[in-house]
């Protein structure tokens, strides 16, 4: 079955430091892979995608993440983060079927 | 203005009393998915329905019922709810099969004692 694995529990960084998040996933085939944001006491809302492509994906807020399929890595990266950039982040994956499956997330904290 | 709405938002209950939370969207999607969310575990989806009539199992189903007899609708039953069943819930709906965009509500916080 697939999985979806974030290794980084809890990032603490200052500002304009830059960010890579890990993600990585176990399935094998044609695969859909995002990333999503939760901000404190909000819902889900989506970073970027990778469906098929330019490996190297941008997303909003500065975002960007790289599809590296030997690796089976989607890490999340931003080359200056903002006090506002903290948050709790997901990566997530869905791959032939319709069921979408989410990380354990990543939470960022971003000191002044 | 195109949503996604649950409720309660909030809920304390005890073990063993049935409870209902509603998921209604207004966007004539045909995706519908309920997810919780735990620290340290993220979100893990319940269930999921692709259209009227039609659900599935997602990866966390054990204590939870589904309906979806209205496309508008999707209902997390919690039958003989118990303390570990306590967390936040998420419904979500898609147009499609990619949940691109997945629109979410704004979240149930259940507490089971």
Same mark, same amino acid.
């Given at each position: 079955?697939?999985?979806?694995?974030?290794?980084?529990?809890?990032?603490?960084?200052?500002?304009?430091?830059?960010?890579?998040?890990?993600?990585?996933?176990?399935?094998?085939?044609t695969?859909n892979?995002?990333?999503?944001?939760?901000?404190?006491?909000?819902?889900?809302?989506?970073?970027?995608?990778y469906f098929s492509g330019d490996?190297?994906?941008?997303?909003?807020?500065?975002?960007?993440?790289?599809f590296?399929?030997?690796?089976?890595?989607?890490?999340?990266?931003?080359?200056?983060?903002?006090?506002?950039?903290?948050?709790?982040?997901?990566?997530?994956?869905?791959?032939?079927?319709?069921?979408?499956?989410?990380?354990?997330?990543?939470?960022?904290?971003?000191?002044? | 203005?195109?949503?996604?709405?649950?409720?309660?938002?909030?809920?304390?209950?005890?073990?063993?009393?049935?409870?209902?939370?509603?998921?209604?969207?207004?966007?004539? /999607?045909?995706?519908?998915?309920?997810?919780?969310?735990?620290?340290? +575990?993220?979100?893990?989806?319940?269930?999921?329905?692709?259209?009227?009539?039609?659900?599935?199992?997602?990866?966390?189903?054990?204590?939870?019922?589904?309906?979806?007899?209205?496309?508008?609708?999707?209902? +997390?039953?919690?039958?003989?709810?118990?303390?570990?069943?306590?967390?936040?819930?998420?419904?979500?709906?898609?147009?499609?099969?990619?949940?691109?965009?997945? /629109?979410?509500?704004?979240?149930?916080? +259940?507490?089971? +004692?």
């Open positions: 079955a697939q999985s979806v694995s974030q290794h980084n529990h809890h990032v603490i960084l200052s500002e304009a430091a830059s960010l890579e998040l890990g993600c990585n996933y176990s399935y094998g085939g695969v892979l995002f990333w999503y944001v939760q901000y404190p006491g909000q819902h889900l809302q989506l970073l970027l995608k490996p190297l994906v941008k997303g909003i807020k500065g975002f960007e993440a790289e590296i399929k030997s690796k089976f890595s989607f890490n999340l990266r931003k080359p200056s983060v903002q006090w506002s950039d903290t948050a709790e982040y997901f990566c997530a994956g869905r791959d032939g079927t319709d069921k979408l499956i989410f990380g354990t997330g990543t939470r960022l904290q971003v000191f002044p | 203005e195109a949503q996604v709405t649950q409720n309660p938002r909030y809920l304390i209950t005890v073990t063993g009393k049935k409870l209902t939370v509603t998921c209604s969207q207004n966007m004539n /999607h045909e995706y519908m998915s309920w997810y919780r969310q735990d620290p340290g +575990l993220g979100l893990r989806q319940i269930y999921y329905s692709m259209n009227v009539e039609v659900t599935d199992k997602g990866d966390v189903p054990e204590g939870y019922k589904v309906s979806r007899k209205e496309k508008r609708n999707f209902p +997390l039953i919690l039958e003989s709810p118990s303390p570990n069943q306590t967390s936040l819930y998420f419904c979500a709906s898609s147009s499609n099969r990619d949940w691109q965009p997945q /629109h979410f509500g704004d979240g149930t916080r +259940l507490s089971i +004692l």
